[in-house]
């Protein structure tokens, strides 16, 4: 009989005797350090999305795999939920701790175990960061090519768990497409090994499945990822637009015109404005919006590429278009692109970074109606695009001092999302949806749907205990948001009781 817990109250998660656990813990792992103290608990109450917060009851910083598989058969007995968490950049809200749960933080498994040049693989633990795979790899003259902004310090676990993108996913893919094997724990504490060092597998892909988990069907332990040689030569192209609805239709034509580029990116006046003052990138400050493209590969087809590609925005109404003299400036280009986000936080007491999909065909309306939105909620907008593949990041500009402000970002934020599907998109791209986006979940997918993505979850784990309240709503809070959100004239989920 389990002597820690009182019965589940209103559908809540379970009370739990922090004392009893934390005994209990430390009787069997004596060598686990685990953080009990308020003030050793507050800095984990977030992750990279702030603005939503918990105090965890524990925090356990485990350096073996043998502690987390005894930790997770312990709570697996004891019905104790566990939330993984990296880095804790995550922008979702996906590593938000649960007050009556565990935060299993991976960050010390950061070992690097295997760099194999001839076999175009890496295999490294879940708390190693993005970019210093690149950089053991780099005297081979490979790299991998997934590049978050936050690769710096983002890890290679988090990247898995959220499917993580970048500026050069529009030709390179992300993280799914850059994974050969997953070694993961299951929630009782088991070993698993998800796909395999081979291009294929036998039977269903579940490391497809698995990746983009937001860490709710395992425990990412050890990852093999794919190693690409680096390209021969790679060139910036610059293009200055008078209005952000041109920018938007230059998209579409470079792809159009049969022309994958390693990375395309959008930002628009506010985002040039504030990254050219941090950075100093030499972006043109009156435009309107710019366009970065970067071609790679050989030199004979990237020189060839860069006219066409210079053609093609010039034709759809570019005012300028620059190359990057050098690999200073090209660097300097792509430095002003990744600060985006911390840039916009100097002008700015707060801002909030959504994160959508949409076809390409649609940027230029899309653009119109977030303009329109942020006219109507009275907040700025500042927009930063992976416009290749119709990622967005509007960041929402707003000061949480301000009664009513922080509110009034998120129902924007909504907004914005609802805006995407409306128009055949998606509700994320690479940031996941964790906490943030579950009730816009409720816009994106009906009842069939959703009650499959539950089927999934409780083949993995049944009992709910890994990142609960995340990612997949449940049908009875789509109900609720649906009183208040009508599409087409209907409610979604008309079967339900409303309540």
Known sequence: MNIL????????????DKAALLAELQALLPDLDILHRL????PYECDGLSAYRTT??????????????ALLKLCYER?????????GTGLSGGALPVEQGILLVMARFNKILEVDPAGRFACVQPGVRNLAISQAAAPYELYYAPDPSSQIACSIGGNVAENAGGVHCLKYGLTVHNLLRVEILTVEGERMVLGSEALDSPGFDLLALFTGSEGMLGIVTEVTVKLLPKPQVAKVLLAAFDSVEKAGRAVADIIAAGIIPGGLEMMDNLAIRAAEDFIHAGYPVDAEAILLCELDGVEVDVAEDCERVSEVLKLAGATEVRLARDEAERARFWAGRKNAFPAVGRISADYYCMDGTIPRRELPGVLRGIANLSEEYGLRVANVFHAGDGNMHPLILFDANVEGELERAEALGGKILELCVEVGGSITG?????????????????????TLFHAVKAAFDPTGLLNPGKNIPTLHRCAEFGRMHVHGGQLPFPELERF
Do not use: T
């Open 5 to 16: 817990y009182d019965e589940r109250v209103d559908g809540e998660l379970p009370r739990v």
């Open 56 to 69: 965890p009851m524990l925090v356990v910083l485990p350096e073996r795999i043998e502690q987390v598989e």
């Open 39 to 42: 003030e050793d608990l507050k």
């Open 430 to 450: 690479e940031h996941g949806v964790g906490r943030e986006k579950i009730n816009q979940m409720c816009a994106q997918f009906n009842a069939d749907e959703l």
């Open 79 to 87: 019905g104790v939920p566990v939330v993984a968490r990296g880095a």
